[in-house]
């Protein structure tokens, strides 16, 4: 591999490690890439391709679909599906975590984002568990494990960029998310029953609620929990894109804030639009610093390489899934998830494709496994979201989540080898 290959890759994993934010390392790696190969590809074709990916319809999805997610927390039905939720689980041995995991599976279909769901629950239900006598560092892993539920179900952000870098259908990817979303759930709901019974931590509720309780919270979250539903059904029938779905969101959110709930006024407008800006421009910008990333090693077949070298080392699709969920472990501890997707997926699809391997099951399996290792210390995204806020020491943090981790990574691994589970929806609705 020539000088001026090697030394930008070297220099991006250099910034990286000075923990330079991604879009400025994936940019400055890429110029300098582009500096030294001036003669036959100009700097100007990089600053071309970083603006050619903010055209992409596909993309528009990203922005939608994030500023949904705001309307509906300044809404008030976050607040009212969590009433639902404790309804529905408070019953059971640590109530209050059992809430948590829940209202992250209700969310994920709303916010799509594991940071946005762990920040949002750290702040909401942190606070009330320690309060009702959980540990902080018990209540920390819990809201950061429950939000890996979060971007698996619909309308996930990660499951938006895989479908963009390989190719395959959205909608298909929104429909395999269900199934997976729904098991981690349950798996969670187990461990966090278990362990509070061995500690202690106490239902919210003596009872389960009556049927006039049931009627009265659905009626107050029905609005919320139609729009999993109508999304499903829109892209089932045709009625609307996974991109113009997004655009569908933000109306529906507006009108159920503005005219049901009537907690969206014209003063709240400038703090969506702030929140949703923010949200996505970050995003974007590593979106368009990847795709002039991905052009440079398109033009020297690093993708390629990549695959041949996979496909020497792995010769059946159980050695390469092997392989791919330990690289990803690794590099999902050092890059955000959607950041991760945007870079690996390209390198990583040719290789699934020579062996046979379901583009969707394969996508799945990688959102799944950069969401997990978010939760994973010393790096993960999730954690540091959910640390800051809550206060928990690193050192509390580690010695409380193994559990759920080795708990995640197993039900990784059945999704990994079981491809039939992640594909039921999918060939069902299809």
Not at 54 to 68: D, E, G, H, R, V
Request: charged fraction near 10%.
């Amino acid at each position: 591999m020539p000088f001026t290959v090697w030394f930008p890759l070297l220099l991006l994993f250099l910034f990286l490690f000075m923990k330079i934010p991604v879009a400025f390392s994936l940019a400055f790696s890429t110029l300098v890439y582009f500096i030294f190969n001036s003669s036959s590809q100009p700097t100007d074709i990089m600053v071309q391709n970083m603006l050619s990916g903010t055209t992409s319809f596909t993309y528009l999805a990203i922005p939608f679909f994030t500023a949904a997610g705001v309307i509906f927390n300044y809404s008030g039905i976050t607040e009212r599906l969590m009433n639902l939720a404790e309804l529905l689980v408070g019953k059971f041995s640590g109530g209050l975590a059992q809430v948590n995991i829940v209202l992250s599976a209700l969310m994920g279909g709303l916010s799509g984002s594991a940071n946005a769901d762990a920040a949002m629950q750290s702040k909401m239900l942190v606070p009330e568990m320690e309060r009702l006598g959980y540990s902080k560092e018990f209540s920390t892993v819990v809201t950061v494990a429950s939000s890996c539920i979060t971007p698996i179900i619909p309308p996930g952000i990660v499951l938006i960029l895989y479908a963009t870098a390989s190719g395959v259908s959205i909608q298909e990817m929104f429909y395999a998310g269900y199934l997976p979303g729904l098991i981690i759930m349950l798996a969670e709901m187990a461990l966090a029953g278990y362990q509070s019974r061995k500690r202690g931590y106490k239902p919210t509720r003596e009872r389960i609620g009556t049927a006039k309780e049931f009627a009265e919270n659905i009626k107050q979250s029905i609005w919320a929990l139609f729009l999993p539903f109508g999304l499903v059904m829109g892209l089932r029938f045709g009625v609307f894109t996974p991109t113009e779905a997004g655009a569908m969101c933000i109306v529906y959110a507006l009108l159920v804030g503005a005219l049901i709930y009537r907690t969206i006024h014209v003063k709240t407008l400038l703090p969506i639009l702030r929140e949703s800006v923010e949200s996505t421009s970050g995003i974007m910008l590593i979106i368009c610093a990847s795709i002039a990333f991905g052009k440079f090693l398109t033009w020297e077949r690093i993708p390629m390489i990549i695959s041949e070298a996979i496909l020497a080392i792995c010769h059946t699709d159980w050695q390469f899934l092997l392989l791919v969920n330990i690289l990803l472990a690794i590099v999902g501890m050092f890059f955000e998830g959607g950041a991760a997707m945007i870079l690996l997926a390209p390198l990583l699809v040719p290789a699934a494709q020579s062996l046979d391997v379901n583009l969707i099951h394969f996508g799945i399996v990688m959102a799944i496994n950069l969401t997990l290792a978010g939760v994973t210390p010393p790096f993960g995204a999730m954690m540091f979201v959910s640390t800051s806020i809550t206060g928990c020491t690193f050192s509390g943090y580690c010695r409380e989540v193994w559990p759920w981790i080795i708990l995640l990574f197993a039900v990784l691994l059945i999704f990994t080898y079981v491809p039939g589970i992640i594909l039921l929806v999918p060939n069902l609705l299809m």
